[in-house]
């Protein structure tokens, strides 16, 4: 395996962890919460509302509308 | 002073501080804005120095939030990246977001347990995912090559130069804000 595939696994990696922490929060809430909970915990602070909105937001700027600096 | 210094210290100040001063380094002007301006208005809250917004969160029709949605996926798959359309878009979403995001705190209970582990263990994901993009960058860096070391966006800029990588990433993208801010806030 090159370099440049094993960062790809590597990313893909970190997608298939998340949709298996998502799986167990839903299957196994006694271990951890389900993501909604979380995020129902979470957003009800308006300084990490601001802050995810932000980081949202940029995605869609950075892939959409900023050119990427290389 | 010391008090207030220590205030500042919140995490998301800090995390926005960083982006700002990473971006400097990259020298991209307008992620330095963003984040900068963003670590700006965290402080204000920090500081107690700006707090107007609604009671609780708007309610927002589902029609409207439909008709948004479909609007500016439209806008935003017909036009070409890095356009203007692009830009009016992410702009109108600004005033939308504020709207959204900035009306006073709920009550809540204390969370449990459990919530502290899932919150930890995504804090932990979301930080090390975002580690392995900065391993990446700083690799391309040193090589001077970005296929060798290549960040998400190297790998996602030809992909959303496609109409179907496109309208996946729009799609994902809205859904997501929706749900962040949108249709499930409201429960």
């Known amino acids: 395996m090159t370099l440049p595939q094993l960062i790809v696994f590597g990313y893909l990696f970190f997608v298939a962890i998340g949709i298996a922490l998502a799986a167990i929060g839903r299957l196994k809430p006694e271990v951890i919460s389900p993501l909604g909970q979380i995020l129902n915990f979470v957003m009800s602070h308006r300084i990490t509302r601001i802050a995810l909105f932000v980081v949202w937001w940029w995605l869609g700027w950075h892939f959409l509308v900023g050119v990427t600096v290389r | ?187």
């Open chain 2, 1 to 187: 002073m010391k008090q207030h210094l220590v205030r500042s210290f919140n995490p998301w100040v800090v995390v926005f501080v960083g982006m700002a001063l990473f971006h400097a380094w990259r020298g991209s002007v307008q992620d330095i804005v963003i984040f900068g301006g963003a670590a700006l208005l965290i402080l204000t809250q920090v500081f107690g120095l700006y707090s107007l917004g609604f009671k609780r969160q708007p309610t927002v029709s589902i029609a409207a939030i439909s008709a948004t949605v479909m609007i500016s996926a439209a806008l935003l798959y017909v036009s070409p990246r890095h356009g203007l359309v692009n830009f009016l878009v992410l702009i109108a979403f600004v005033p939308i977001g504020y709207l959204l995001v900035m009306h006073q705190d709920r009550a809540h209970p204390l969370p449990s347990k459990e919530d502290l582990r899932g919150r930890l263990t995504w804090a932990i994901w979301a930080a090390a995912f975002a580690l392995v993009e900065l391993v990446a960058y700083l690799g391309s860096k040193i090589v001077g090559d970005l296929s060798v070391y290549p960040t998400i966006s190297v790998l996602l800029d030809p992909v959303l130069d496609t109409s179907i990588g496109r309208a996946t990433f729009v799609a994902l993208w809205l859904i997501s804000g929706v749900y962040l801010f949108g249709v499930r806030r409201r429960r």
